[in-house]
């Protein structure tokens, strides 16, 4: 089973910040990471696909990068409307799909 | 626009067998190119896949919960179904139903249905 850990598990920033979130793998899962963000009393919503592409309708202040085994999410400049909880999940080797614990981005 | 929604009774007796409905609308749940799945979030707590079914019936569960999991598809009703065993509080959970897909490229979720609370409970 493919484990995936978050860091941090909270991140406390202010709007117009850059947050930078973490997701280490651990065994290679090339680039097939994605990132999902959730707000309180909604389900997930996908982010980022193959580690770095944008899904349908995300703002462009979202990014993400790495390969193999570290993957990154950047904000470039935080709105009101991104503090939620990010999770990042792999799909590369399954069963079992793992995602991760989460971070929680708060102000 | 691909829609799920999950359907399912929201109280369940522990030792009984919890069972949740997804209902697809907006495009075929015979495509090749997609796994339906289930995931779980208990309340407070991270989220955990559960099981997936492809078009052709085959089906892919989470080792943890594998001896308690079903899954089945209908494709003629457009929905698939999930099936949990002897629950327990442990169980209790917001069911998510959602679509990814199969080919290199789109293993995320891409769809996701609302939700649906269930409480295992005397």
């Known amino acids: 089973e493919i484990v995936l850990t978050q860091s941090p598990a909270t991140l406390s920033l202010s709007p117009g910040e850059r947050a930078t979130l973490s997701c280490r793998a651990s065994?290679?899962?090339?680039?097939?990471l994605a990132w999902y963000q959730q707000k309180p009393g909604q389900a997930p919503r996908l982010l980022i696909y193959?580690?770095?592409n944008r899904a349908t309708g995300i703002p462009a202040r979202f990014s993400g990068s790495g390969s193999g085994t570290d993957f990154t999410l950047t904000i470039s400049s935080l709105e009101p409307e991104d503090f939620a909880v990010y999770y990042c999940h792999q799909r590369y080797n399954w069963p079992p799909i793992t995602f991760g614990q989460g971070t929680r981005l708060e102000i | 626009h691909l829609q799920l929604q999950e359907s399912g009774p929201g109280l369940v007796r522990p030792s009984e067998t919890l069972s949740l409905t997804c209902s697809v609308s907006g495009d075929s749940i015979s495509s090749s190119r997609y796994y339906w799945g289930w995931i779980r979030q208990p309340p407070g707590e991270g989220l955990e896949w559960i099981a997936s079914i492809y078009h052709g019936g085959s089906t892919y569960y989470n080792p943890s919960l594998r001896s308690r999991v079903s899954i089945s598809v209908d494709t003629s009703k457009r929905q698939f179904s999930l099936n949990l065993t002897s629950v327990t509080a442990t169980d209790t959970a917001v069911y998510y139903c959602a679509r990814h897909g199969a080919e290199p490229g789109a293993y995320h979720f891409d769809f996701w249905g609302q939700g649906a609370l269930v409480t295992v409970s005397t």
């Open positions: 065994q290679s899962v090339s680039t097939f």
């Open positions: 193959d580690a770095s």
